[in-house]
């Protein structure tokens, strides 16, 4: 059984940094694309950084580029996200999901392609106060 849980979340004040884990069991994300995504009240889920199974291909939502670095640790089998300079904006639940690496597509809209996500983990919630 594929179980994603997610750590690392917390309550920040604006400027601070978070890191976010993810990992798996019963599936080796080297094998798989990982996106993290977030959703924050009312508003719908998006993808906030992708990495390609093989750690070589990044894509991040604009609003998180510069400020946000995801990467890979094989030998933990997680894949984390490095969350600086957080603004109030950033508040949301965060979650982490797989994948196949599309080959029919590339770019922040196929990389958001949610359905084509098999697994998900519970989230973990990010605050961050003014």
């Known amino acids: 059984q594929v179980q994603l849980v997610e750590s690392g979340g917390g309550l920040v004040h604006a400027g601070g940094s978070l890191t976010l884990s993810c990992a798996a069991s019963?599936?080796?994300?080297?094998?798989?694309?990982v996106g993290w995504f977030r959703q924050a009240p009312g508003k719908e889920r998006h993808l906030v950084a992708y990495i390609s199974s093989n750690g070589l291909h990044k894509t991040y939502e604009r609003s998180v580029e510069g400020r946000f670095t995801i990467s890979r640790d094989n030998a933990k089998n997680t894949v984390s996200l490095q969350l600086n300079s957080l603004r109030p904006e950033d508040t949301a639940v965060y979650s982490c999901?797989?994948?196949?690496?599309?080959?029919?597509?590339?770019?922040?809209?196929?990389?958001?392609?949610?359905?084509?996500?098999?697994?998900w983990g519970q989230g973990t919630q990010v605050t961050v106060h003014p």
């Open positions: 999901a797989t994948r196949s690496d599309p080959d029919y597509c590339e770019g922040y809209d196929c990389y958001n392609q949610q359905i084509l996500y098999d697994y």
């Open positions: 019963g599936r080796t994300l080297s094998s798989y694309a």
